[in-house]
């Protein structure tokens, strides 16, 4: 099994996959190969630090998570071997032929990625809109072997095809209020080792994320205390969701946009969904559309 999460920042994957990861690596073990795909260079996120100052250190941050993780982490670079910059990410054929060569070469079963807002009143965040409109706009030319050849040339010859994996949005904390996931799942047993990855990202949650202000949240003392806010995270996503335990669950959205799985494929293939806060609303219209599902 073969999984791929793309996003656009670093501390992305582990507020919001870093659980299912887990707990589809314990279940797997070697059976697993996880990759998590960064696509800017984490320059704009913070006040102190100048940006190639921030970058290095979110870099390190990412690597001590991958550690613990037991991840790749790849950052994203373009044709021309530079990384897109953070906080104004565009969708450019650039990009585009990047994340196409990324998912190419890895051939995941499952890739996740952001959510593009329908709500035109909720907030977004610029480069997570980016990311999810450019996995959407290149997923059918996956299996296109010479969509980017100007970026990308290749040797004439029979194409050999490439797997086109099922793609799955993650919850995004910028849309709240607007999420609206076909399933959840129940990563309470991985919550210690969520807090571990969370806590390499000392930057952001000592420093910068409570100085931005968009998160409701204090420098923590140390790390019992980081604990008990990575659990009101997770409370406030739950009663957004319309679940009234505190139990740590990840959300997630079926998409249309590369293979379409079956209800039945999706309940063997991912580990802990809670089925009992699952619709699987969204999919079961794809089955019947896709697979002829009743």
């Known amino acids: ?29 070697t059976g697993l190969k996880a990759r998590v795909l960064v696509c800017t260079d984490g320059r704009a996120g913070h006040h102190l630090h100048g940006p190639d100052q921030t970058t290095q250190v979110r870099l390190k941050e990412q690597q001590a998570s991958a550690s613990i993780g ?10 021309d071997g530079s990384i ?26 499952y890739l996740f990625c952001p959510p593009l807002p329908i709500d035109p009143l909720a907030g977004v965040h610029v480069d997570h809109v980016a990311v999810a409109e450019a996995v959407r706009k290149v997923a059918y030319m996956i299996n296109v072997p010479h969509a980017f050849l100007e970026e990308y040339p ?16 993650t919850y995004d904390g910028y849309m709240a209020g607007s999420n609206h996931p076909d399933f959840v799942v129940d990563v309470e047993p991985m919550f210690e080792t969520i807090a571990q990855m969370t806590w390499c990202h000392q930057s952001q949650i000592m420093e910068w994320l409570p100085w931005v202000g968009r998160h409701r949240m204090q420098a923590p003392a140390d790390f019992d205390a980081w604990k008990v806010e990575l659990r009101e995270r997770f409370i406030r996503q739950n ?3 319309g679940i009234d335990d505190d139990h740590a669950r990840e959300a997630f959205m079926v998409t249309a946009w590369g293979e379409v799985p079956t209800t039945k494929e999706l309940l063997n293939d991912i580990p802990c969904i809670d089925q009992a806060q699952s ?14 599902s009743q």
């Open 1 to 29: 099994m073969k999984i791929l999460f793309v996003h656009a920042h670093f501390d992305d994957y582990e507020f919001t996959a870093s659980g299912l990861f887990e707990a589809w690596r314990r279940r797997l073990s």
């Open 154 to 169: 290749s040797p004439a010859g029979t194409a050999t095809p490439c797997k086109v994996p099922v793609i799955l949005n």
């Open 84 to 109: 897109p910059r953070e906080a104004c990410l565009l969708v450019t054929r650039e990009l585009l032929a990047a994340l196409w060569k990324a998912i190419r070469d890895f051939e995941p079963d």
């Open 70 to 79: 037991q991840y790749e982490f790849h950052s994203l670079r373009l044709p």
């Open 279 to 292: 619709t699987f609303q969204r999919l079961k219209v794809y089955e019947k559309a896709y697979h002829g």
């Open 239 to 241: 009663r957004e969701l």
